[in-house]
């Protein structure tokens, strides 16, 4: 059990002088002095200043979620400034508390920040989780989504369905519909074209979703495991 610590522990170590770009040597202490080499590198480049920081603030945050909202809530009480309130309303999406993020967000896109697509494209995704598609629909056309937001193009498309504009959803739905990618909004798609009853669209889709992951490495089939049976499953339905 202890070797195969050592040599997962080895394994991390290496992957770090990798993706962080460090000298090359590390590879070759690390790899022949598999222990201490290791803790070397750890205290040297993993735990060390800054790193260490983050690491705690992140073990601190997932112990007490609570914390960095009270802190943030105090830093806005102090100053209501454009940032404070976008730190704020983010800390609440990432607890996916979307109903409480949401006025930080409209509170922010007052003034010379009514129309900042980055914090509009965030508000978008909250009134998504919160099924309110009119204000998706009506945020999302005041950004440019095929430019700088394209993975926001697929719950642009679902708010459109929703608002029963279907010609304008299945004109988004189709700009995500690419060869080797976007699987499981492809999948909707297919799902969106049985519910409008265009069966002859949907077996297209369906097909061509077969047919890529036929020709995947194991890796990527299992992966796509749950898109494939799916597919099949709504094929053989259409």
């Known amino acids: 059990m202890l070797y195969y610590i050592i040599i997962a522990f080895q394994a991390f170590c290496i992957f ?22 290791s803790l070397v590198y750890l205290f040297m480049h993993i735990l060390n200043g800054a790193n260490l920081k983050s690491l705690t603030d992140a073990v601190d945050t997932a112990l007490n979620p609570t914390k960095k909202i009270k802190e943030l809530e105090k830093r806005l009480s102090f100053s209501e400034t454009y940032q404070n309130l976008i730190d704020l309303a983010d800390a609440h999406r990432d607890n996916k508390d979307f109903a409480l993020a949401i006025p930080y967000y409209e509170k922010a896109l007052e003034g010379n920040y009514k129309n900042n697509p980055h914090t509009l494209n965030k ?47 299945e004109h988004q739905f189709k700009k995500i519909d690419k060869r080797y990618s976007n699987y499981p909004e492809r999948l909707e798609l297919s799902k969106f074209f049985i519910r409008r009853n ?23 089939q299992r992966k796509y495991r749950y898109i494939y049976q799916e597919s099949k499953k709504l094929l053989k339905e259409v």
């Open 16 to 37: 770090h002088v990798y993706k962080s770009r460090n000298e090359t040597y590390w590879y070759f202490v690390i790899f022949f002095v598999p222990v201490i080499g």
């Open 123 to 169: 508000a978008i995704k909250c009134y998504f989780e919160l099924k309110d598609y009119n204000k998706v629909k009506a945020y999302a056309s005041k950004i440019d989504l095929d430019k700088s937001f394209r993975s926001s193009l697929y719950i642009y498309a679902i708010s459109l369905e929703k608002c029963n504009d279907f010609d304008e959803a």
């Open 198 to 220: 265009k069966k002859e669209e949907a077996k297209i889709v369906l097909e061509e979703i077969i047919a890529e992951i036929n020709n995947m490495i194991e890796v990527n």
